[in-house]
């Protein structure tokens, strides 16, 4: 999730015009090199992560866009993307249920999908609300 710091490391300077460069505290921790690099004057960024939209950050974007997909279907295709960059399977289903302790209470309270000017439904076959776009998705 996108954490405290990420308004003044990532999302004050790039609204300056400045380059950013940033690595996520999970990458740091799970020993995975490099950063995320935004060139100066980029004229749009796209903040990712389920922690994009919270209440504490959605005030500093353009559009908050909510994706959202059936549960188990998501846990597939979280796992097969960690175990397709050489994550091994018992890793990744480690890693996975590690990281939904922290987001299952985090979106019971902050319920970000409630500030989404978009939302959208990757997995079609889900009996969508209304408002929701739905798109096909791998």
Do not use: C
Request: charged share 25%; no cysteine.
């Amino acid at each position: 999730m996108l954490r405290a710091g990420s308004v003044d490391g990532i999302i004050a300077p790039w609204r300056r015009g400045a380059a950013v460069d940033n690595q996520p505290p999970g990458w740091a921790s799970d020993g995975h090199p490099g950063s995320v690099k935004t060139p100066a004057d980029t004229r749009a960024l796209v903040v990712e992560g389920v922690g994009a939209g919270r209440a504490g950050l959605a005030a500093y974007g353009d559009l908050v866009v909510w994706v959202q997909s059936d549960r188990a279907e998501a846990r597939r295709r979280g796992l097969a993307r960690d175990i397709e960059q050489g994550r091994p399977p018992q890793d990744a289903d480690r890693v996975w249920d590690d990281w939904m302790v922290e987001e299952e209470p985090f979106l019971a309270a902050d319920r970000p999908w409630t500030r989404a000017g978009l939302v959208v439904n990757s997995t079609p076959d889900d009996a969508p609300d209304p408002r929701v776009t739905s798109v096909a998705s791998a």
